[in-house]
């Protein structure tokens, strides 16, 4: 025999079920703290919420990146400074150089120590930051330059890559952050081979040639120039990764409060509607209590 409930027995069924599914829900969203734990929580705002997630870890492994890169300009803007406090007291050392006063024998103590301050120079090209030489462009893992007096070419060649290296911004866009020892100090354009102009000055020095090393002390000239230049291109790259920076710090403050708003409970709503509900609950069923009960036998006279 197949039996059916009445429709008020059905609808009062509902009713409770209705009830227990909010008080379930207020339940778990205070022993969790979270708003939304599923997609049948809110539908609507899960893939608001999933989105705000993603673009969270996006923001976070950009924020990362930009603290790798800071070490590497900063490292890059220091070398730059000290590059141009060597290449100063090369100058000067060529102005000693050249006095008429100087002989043979003391105009080669001046090269020599010329030697010394390029040789320092050169070190600077194969500054590293966390195994990275940072002046051989995307072939990172030498340095760019050896240099040994001892050889008729003392200078070696170019011993790193171009360096096509971008360094994204939380806002989507990327910018250029270094440079290479060969565009900072062995360019092919005029004016901004640094160690091309030293070794002239040094092998003139040398030669004892008063005139050639006058040429060559005001070949430095524009070179001083150009490496002012370079100083200021990474100053100018540690201003865009502090800007960078901020913008993602703030970045990553808005999506985690559009986060917390999706998915955090609101505890003093959550238990206000767990309290309704059972009141509610009990209202119902102590109404439902108090029904009358009719059998068969009631309408038997």
Known sequence: MISSLKATDQQFLNNLNRIATRMNRAQRQISTGVKLSGVADDPDQVSTLLNARASLSSAEQTQANLGRVKAEVDAG???MQSAEQLFERIRTLGAQ??????TASTRQAVAEEIGSVMEQLVALTGTQVEGRYIFSGDTDRQAPYTLDFSQATPLSAYLGSASTRQVQHPNGTTFQVGHTAQ???????????VFAGVLALRTALLAN????????????SPLGDHLNSELAFYGTAQNKIQAA???????????????SDLSDADLTEAILELNQG????????TSRAQMPRQTLFDYIG
């Open 97 to 102: 150089g050249v006095t008429g006063t100087q």
């Open 209 to 220: 040639d008063e005139p050639a090393a006058r040429v060559a002390l005001d070949n430095l």
């Open 245 to 259: 920076t901020d913008f993602g710090q703030n970045l990553q403050l808005q999506l985690k409060t559009q986060i």
């Open 77 to 79: 803007e220091q070398g």
């Open 183 to 193: 565009e900072i100090y062995d360019s092919p354009v005029a004016g901004q081979n």
């Open 278 to 285: 059972q009141t509610q609950q009990q209202a119902a069923l």
